[in-house]
């Protein structure tokens, strides 16, 4: 998990910097094409061409761009929270992939496992399997010997363990989700705000002075929905897949109680 987090994190990192060594280009192209402009008229078909080029541009290159516009310092954050919440969701969706157990067949297994070597076999068989309906089954057959009301007790307690286990850093990501589009609303009213004073400094309302901010102040508000977006996706799988594991555990619980009933007799 710390390995993911910290090869995300750099290049999370790459990127950013990345994008602000384009931002600057991109000022200094544009600062060049408008001297060049003003110069004669056959700018104005370089401008053209210029225009085509864009309009010919990727999906990539345009989201780039509208990244760098919005303010790569600022919209670093919202990345970052899109980063981190993704090494979250990617660490829960393998993890519960891999505590994903074939339910119906454990329960054959175990209770074939019974009828011929008795508890103990069927203990080498819940070792042998990975994912917490074996780790639920293994701890209800070491109490088996105590008595079924033991055996019980001990399932129920062994499976609020595991529930643990299935929501770790679940909250995390519920908190990416939320910061997210809030940190886009903040870049929205700080460029408010800042084209605000442009009009009281110049004394009147100009479009093209405060046209700049307003477009800032909706880019950070556009990428910060995206991200939550994106994340809240991921978040919905990993609750449905949470709660399908759950139920399993719910039902071989049950079943394991049924089949130690029957040992008994």
């Given at each position: 998990m710390k390995r993911l987090f910290s090869i995300l994190a750099l290049a999370g990192l790459m990127v950013l910097n990345a994008t602000t060594a384009n931002a600057a280009t991109m000022d200094a192209v544009t600062n060049t094409t408008e001297f060049v402009a003003t110069t004669d008229d056959t700018t104005a078909v370089f401008l053209q061409d210029d225009s085509a080029a864009e309009a010919d541009k990727s999906f990539h290159q345009?989201?780039?761009?509208?990244?760098?516009?919005?303010?790569?310092?600022?919209?670093?954050?919202?990345?970052?929270?899109?980063?981190?919440?993704?090494?979250?969701?990617?660490?829960?969706?393998?993890?519960?992939?891999?505590?994903?157990?074939?339910?119906?067949?454990?329960?054959?297994?175990?209770?074939?496992?019974?009828?011929?070597?008795?508890?103990?076999?069927?203990?080498?068989?819940?070792?042998?399997?990975?994912?917490?309906?074996?780790?639920?089954?293994?701890q209800g057959l070491d109490r088996v010997d105590e008595g079924i009301e033991s055996a019980e007790k001990a399932v129920v307690a062994y499976g609020g363990v595991q529930m643990g286990q299935l929501e770790k850093n679940i909250s995390w990501l519920s908190l990416?989700?939320?910061?997210?589009p809030m940190l886009g609303f903040m870049g929205t009213v700080i460029g408010m705000i800042q084209a605000?004073?442009?009009?009281?400094?110049?004394?009147?309302?100009?479009?093209?002075?405060?046209?700049?901010?307003?477009?800032?102040?909706?880019?950070?508000?556009?990428?910060?929905?995206?991200?939550?977006?994106?994340?809240q996706i991921f978040y919905n799988y990993i609750i449905a897949k949470m709660d399908s594991i759950v139920n399993d555990m719910e039902d071989a619980s049950i079943t394991l109680v049924d089949l130690l009933v029957d040992h008994k007799k």
């Open positions: 345009v989201l780039k761009e509208r990244f760098i516009e919005g303010g790569a310092g600022f919209m670093g954050i919202v990345l970052l929270c899109l980063i981190l919440g993704l090494a979250v969701a990617i660490e829960r969706i393998i993890f519960l992939n891999l505590a994903t157990t074939n339910t119906q067949k454990l329960s054959s297994s175990v209770e074939d496992a019974l009828a011929s070597g008795g508890v103990e076999a069927a203990k080498e068989v819940c070792r042998n399997t990975k994912g917490p309906v074996a780790s639920i089954f293994y990416f989700i939320a910061i997210a605000f004073d442009k009009i009281s400094a110049a004394g009147g309302l100009d479009a093209s002075l405060i046209a700049g901010d307003i477009k800032v102040a909706l880019l950070t508000t556009v990428f910060g929905l995206v991200v939550a977006i994106i994340l």
